[in-house]
């Protein structure tokens, strides 16, 4: 009885996973033509309104008030460096020479005093708060490095 029971579920097991006799050997390919919105563009569309360009995402409460950050840009990363440091990583499109010198302007222009340090970190002090920027190749495009003091209380 074992035998025949075996037997039956062997044949079962055969006949599910061996498919079909009659399935084509090979599909034919068929070209389709593009959607129908896909020439559509808005460049010559006198209501349709651009959004401003700023920075996407969520950016900590601690980051320093008054620090410029490079617009466009979006918020990919951010958390703690060590006791009392916090960092911000942005991205952007734009190449690092563009980024950094821009980031340079605005920081000088908002009373930020800029200096080099010993591993290549552009350092922005205004008043007591000191940060450090990297302007890191992303290929295409830059990622952006902050790190800050965080505040306290």
Request: glycine share 12%; hydrophobic share 30%.
């Given at each position: 009885m074992r035998s025949i029971l075996l037997a039956l579920v062997a044949a079962m097991l055969l006949?599910?996973?061996?498919g079909s006799?009659?399935?084509?050997?090979?599909l034919e390919t068929e070209d389709v033509a593009p959607?129908?919105?896909a020439s559509l563009s808005t460049a010559h569309d006198a209501q349709a309104?651009?959004?401003?360009?700023?920075?996407?995402?969520?950016?900590?409460?601690?980051?320093p008030v008054g620090l410029p950050l490079y617009s466009p840009s979006t918020v990919v990363d951010f958390g703690k460096v060590g006791p009392g440091r916090r960092y911000l990583t942005l991205v952007t499109a734009?190449?690092?020479a563009k980024v950094e010198k821009s980031m340079r302007?605005?920081?000088v222009a908002a009373g930020w005093q800029l200096s080099k340090s010993a591993d290549d970190k552009v350092v922005?002090?205004?008043e007591k708060t000191v940060v450090d920027f990297?302007?890191?190749?992303?290929?295409?495009?830059?990622?952006?490095?902050?790190?800050?003091?965080?505040?306290?209380?």
């Open positions: 006949t599910a996973c061996g006799a009659d399935k084509p050997s090979h959607p129908p919105d309104k651009a959004t401003s360009e700023g920075v996407s995402g969520v950016i900590p409460g601690d980051v734009d190449l690092p302007g605005e920081l922005a002090t205004k990297q302007w890191i190749d992303a290929k295409p495009g830059t990622r952006i490095r902050i790190e800050y003091p965080a505040r306290r209380g």
